[in-house]
C-alpha cells in the first residue's frame, strides 16, 4: 500500500502560480510512475502531469509551457509548479501513484481556485 498526502492548494489571481507537492509513504519502493489529475466540477477527472522513476514527463496539452513536474526520489515526494494560472485551471487536484503491477493509489484531493 501507499500513501499519498497533498498540499499547497488555494486561491490564486489568474497569471499567478502555486506549487503543489504530494508526499508518499508505505510502499515507497513500488512506485514508478506519480503524477498529478484534476477534476472540474462537472467534469470528469483528467491527468495533468506524469513524471516516472527514471525521470520520463508527460503533460496534458492544456498545461503544456506552464506547468512543470519534479520529483525528489530521497523524499518521496512529487511537486506540480503552476505559473500563468488561468480560470479554467480551478479544480481539485488529486496525486496519483503507479505501481510496477499498474495498481493506482490516490491522495485525499486539494482545491485550486483561480479566480479575480
Known amino acids: 500500500q501507499v500513501q499519498l498526502v497533498e498540499s499547497g492548494g488555494g486561491l490564486v489571481q489568474p497569471g499567478g502560480s502555486l506549487r503543489l507537492s504530494c508526499a508518499a509513504s508505505?510502499?515507497?519502493?513500488?512506485?514508478?510512475?506519480m503524477g498529478w489529475y484534476r477534476q472540474a466540477p462537472g467534469k470528469e477527472r483528467e491527468l495533468v502531469a506524469a513524471i516516472t522513476r527514471g525521470g520520463s514527463t508527460h503533460f496534458a496539452d492544456s498545461v503544456k509551457g506552464r506547468f512543470t513536474i519534479s520529483r525528489d526520489i530521497a523524499k518521496n515526494t512529487v511537486y506540480l509548479q503552476m505559473n500563468s494560472l488561468k480560470p479554467e485551471d480551478t479544480a481539485v487536484y488529486f496525486c496519483?501513484?503507479?505501481?510496477?503491477?499498474?495498481?493506482?493509489?490516490w491522495g485525499q484531493g486539494t482545491q485550486v481556485t483561480v479566480s479575480s
Open positions: 496519483n501513484a503507479e505501481n510496477w503491477s499498474r495498481v493506482h493509489f
Open positions: 508505505g510502499s515507497i519502493f513500488s512506485i514508478n510512475t
